[in-house]
């Protein structure tokens, strides 16, 4: 194992998170709040320990092996979070240490749970922290799914290697194009946030509502979520850009290159619009005829939750533990269905169920023409030898994980629902689960915390597409 480029670029990224630290210190010390005092010392600790790998590091020859890049992979999705718990335990809020890391951690895998009651009155500069986290882990989610996930072969993510080196003129290499999504980023981020100032937002709220809708993290300012806004208006905004943070972001730059239609092209994208329609009115037919809730209320309710679930975003616009069985239940199974590959979404993704149901299609037509030669297809392309069987895995190996953590909650003393749902929510990175406790109008609070942790380990197992995390667990992984 080559350590030290690892360690080196651990520094980095640390740092990097040192520096967005100033921010909210800023915020805090212009709001009045004394908790920029509680930042600045973060700072201090965050940098010092960046630096010292960074300058320890120096000079190191950049020769990173697969193995090199799985371990370098999980030491960051465990080690900035750890940091990024700093400011909440040292925070005026009096949080513990459980708590601080498993709200750092459900903010940079973009899960969107919570522990945290207040909010309305909270500081600005926490709130803006916990909406930088969810920011800063979408856009690292985004760079990782492309340049990382395809070249480790993880979960059938090599499809997107032989996309990302297509001879297309309009891709540059992948160097550049984690360059040019992270603009795209930045400017869908500023764009949404003009949208929540124009639906009546103030700049605060807008900014960080902005951050965790590009996400799909789904971090409010409020404790109501988006049942605090009393028009419709910023709800309109979420919709549009929870669906836009749900699409792979390669496809936008391929959009800017050539044209905009490539986006609806794309078989992944036309499935994840179309699940969306058809959950959403399937939803709002039952609580019209079952609940008699008016047609246009009910399908605007329906597409917001919807969408909100679906791409792991979580803001709550009402209690959908509420809606009645088949919602809750449909509701359930969309948040493991996830969005697209190449977004900031999580759970089983798009373009493994396509592969699932081209798989099947094949082995069908096995079944009626045994002679026959069927190869299964995915966006029009033979899928590669290997690709079916890792997509198979990790169907086995999430429905697995999602069990482990279900019997895990119930063995701490949680109930079946908030077991059920809230292992589903964070292996899935959705945020809140079902029931009274953490549903939309509930948080994590209350939970022991053996159960915290526990589902801190969901969130990473399903950040880090499950696989990344198992392979360090096989012997033959640490032998030369």
Not at 55 to 76: P, V
Not at 206 to 229: L, N, P, R, Y
Not at 328 to 344: D, P, Q
Request: aromatic share 14%.
């Amino acid at each position: 194992m080559n350590i030290r480029p690892i360690l080196f670029i651990e520094g980095i990224l640390i740092s990097i998170l040192a520096a967005s630290m100033v921010f909210p210190m800023l915020v805090d010390a212009y709001s009045g709040y004394e908790d920029w005092k509680a930042f600045f010392v973060c700072i201090v600790i965050t940098a010092f320990f960046g630096g010292a790998l960074v300058l320890s590091n120096k000079g190191t020859k950049f020769d990173i092996s697969t193995r090199d890049a799985f371990i370098l992979t999980n030491m960051t999705w465990i080690t900035l979070p750890a940091f990024g718990a700093l400011p909440f335990w040292f925070s005026s809020l009096n949080m513990s240490v459980t708590d601080s890391f498993f709200e750092a951690m459900s903010g940079i895998t973009t899960t969107g749970s919570t522990v945290i009651t207040g909010l309305d009155y909270a500081p600005a500069g926490l709130l803006l922290w916990r909406a930088m986290l969810q920011w800063l882990g979408g856009i690292g989610i985004i760079i990782m799914a492309m340049s990382v996930l395809p070249f480790l072969k993880v979960g059938g993510m090599q499809i997107f290697k032989t996309e990302l080196s297509e001879n297309e003129k309009a891709l540059p290499r992948t160097s550049q194009l984690a360059s040019s999504i992270t603009i795209i980023y930045v400017f869908l981020t500023a764009f949404c946030a003009f949208g929540y100032m124009i639906a009546g937002l103030g700049t605060f709220d807008s900014v960080a509502h902005a951050m965790t809708t590009i996400s799909t993290g789904g971090f409010s300012t409020f404790d109501a979520s988006f049942s605090h806004f009393k028009n419709i208006g910023p709800c309109v905004v979420a919709i549009l850009f929870m669906t836009l943070g749900g699409i792979p972001f390669v496809l936008y730059l391929k959009a800017i290159k050539s044209t905009p239609l490539i986006i609806f092209k794309d078989t992944q994208v036309k499935w994840y619009l179309c699940i969306i329609a058809f959950s959403a009115l399937s939803v709002a037919i039952y609580l019209t005829f079952s609940q008699g809730v008016p047609f246009a209320k009910s399908s605007f309710l329906s597409l917001f939750n919807v969408i909100s679930i679906m791409t792991g975003t979580g803001y709550s616009l009402s209690d959908i533990s509420n809606v009645g069985g088949f919602a809750v239940t449909l509701f359930l199974f969309l948040m493991a269905v996830g969005g697209c590959a190449g977004s900031t979404s999580c759970a089983i993704k798009i373009f493994r169920i396509q592969v699932l149901y081209s798989t099947i299609k094949m082995q069908i037509k096995h079944l009626l023409h045994p002679n026959g030669v069927f190869l299964p297809h995915y966006n029009g392309k033979p899928l590669p030898k290997d690709v079916p069987s890792s997509v198979m895995g990790f169907f086995f190996v999430y429905a697995l994980g999602f069990a482990v953590l279900t019997l895990a909650l119930t063995f701490v003393g949680l109930d079946f629902m908030t077991a059920l749902s809230g292992a589903m929510t964070s292996i899935s990175n959705v945020g809140p689960g079902l029931g009274e406790i953490i549903g939309p109008t509930g948080t994590f609070q209350s939970l022991p915390d053996s159960a915290k942790w526990i589902l801190c380990t969901g969130m990473l197992l399903g950040r880090l597409e499950l696989f990344t995390i198992l392979v360090m667990f096989s012997p033959s992984f640490w032998k030369h």
